[in-house]
C-alpha cells in the first residue's frame, strides 16, 4: 500500500518562529488532508489540499502531486499551535479512507 | 453545518467487561463512517469503516466488532475487553465521492483495568 512519511518527527520552536512540515507519500493520491490534534486529542481539519496551495491566517500548505509532497507552514508560531500535525492520503483507485502518517509532534515554547 | 458526537468521552472498563461507544452524525446523508484507536504517544489505527447501512470493513483482526444499525450511527462494540484495548477511539465521518474529506469526532479515552 501506500506510505505516508512526515519529517521532522518532533519540532521545539520559540513563540515567534516559523517552520514547514514536510509529507512525501509514495503514489498518486486522490486527496490529502493535514490535521493537527491539539493536546485534548481533538483532530482537527487544517487543510484539504490534493493540489495547489492554500493559506488560512497564519498557516498555508502546498501539495505538489507530481512530486509527491506536501508542505505546511506555520509562520509567527504560538503555544497553541502545539500538538501533533497529521498528513493523510487517499491513493488514488483506492475507495473510502485515508492513510495516515505518523504525526510530527510541534512543541512552541514561549 | 454537520456535526459528529461521540460519548461516553472517558470510560474505565475492567478486563473482560462488555464495551459499547457510540457515534452519530448530524446534517448529512448516506455519509462514510470511520472507527480508529490511537495508542498513547501513537499514530491513528483504522479499525473500521462503513460506506453504507449494514455494511462494515475490518482493518485489523480484533477481539472488536462495529455495527451501523442506522444511517448516521456507528457503535463500536467488543464483548471481553482486553488490557491492550487501551486507548483513544475516534469516530469520523466524510461525505461518499471522490472528495475524501473526513471530520473528526471528540474522541473516546477508554482505560481497561
Not at chain 1, 54 to 63: E, I
Not at chain 2, 67 to 88: E, V, Y
Amino acid at each position: 500500500g501506500i506510505q505516508v512519511e512526515q519529517s521532522p518527527p518532533d519540532l521545539i520552536l520559540q513563540e515567534g518562529a516559523n517552520s514547514t512540515l514536510r509529507c512525501n507519500f509514495s503514489d498518486s493520491v486522490n486527496n490529502l488532508q493535514w490535521f493537527h490534534q491539539n493536546p485534548w486529542g481533538q483532530l482537527i481539519n487544517l487543510f484539504y489540499i490534493p493540489s495547489g496551495t492554500k493559506q488560512n491566517g497564519r498557516l498555508s500548505a502546498t501539495t505538489v502531486a507530481t512530486e509527491r509532497y506536501s508542505l505546511l507552514y506555520i509562520s509567527s508560531s504560538q503555544t497553541t499551535d502545539s500538538g501533533v500535525y497529521f498528513c493523510a492520503v487517499d491513493p488514488s483507485g483506492a475507495n473510502s479512507k485515508l492513510t495516515f502518517g505518523k504525526g510530527i509532534t510541534l512543541s512552541v515554547r514561549p | 453545518s454537520q456535526t459528529i458526537h461521540q460519548w461516553p468521552a472517558t470510560l474505565v472498563q475492567p478486563v473482560g467487561s462488555p464495551l459499547s461507544l457510540e457515534c452519530t452524525v448530524e446534517g448529512t446523508s448516506n455519509p462514510n463512517l470511520y472507527w480508529y484507536r490511537q495508542a498513547a504517544g501513537r499514530g491513528l489505527q483504522l479499525l473500521f469503516y462503513s460506506v453504507g447501512i449494514g455494511q462494515i470493513s475490518s482493518e485489523v483482526p480484533q477481539n472488536l466488532s462495529a455495527s451501523r444499525p442506522q444511517d448516521r450511527q456507528f457503535i463500536l462494540s467488543s464483548k471481553k475487553l482486553l488490557l491492550s484495548d487501551s486507548g483513544f477511539y475516534l469516530c469520523a465521518w466524510s461525505t461518499a465521492g471522490p472528495r475524501l474529506e473526513q471530520y473528526f469526532g471528540p474522541g473516546t479515552r477508554l482505560t481497561v483495568t
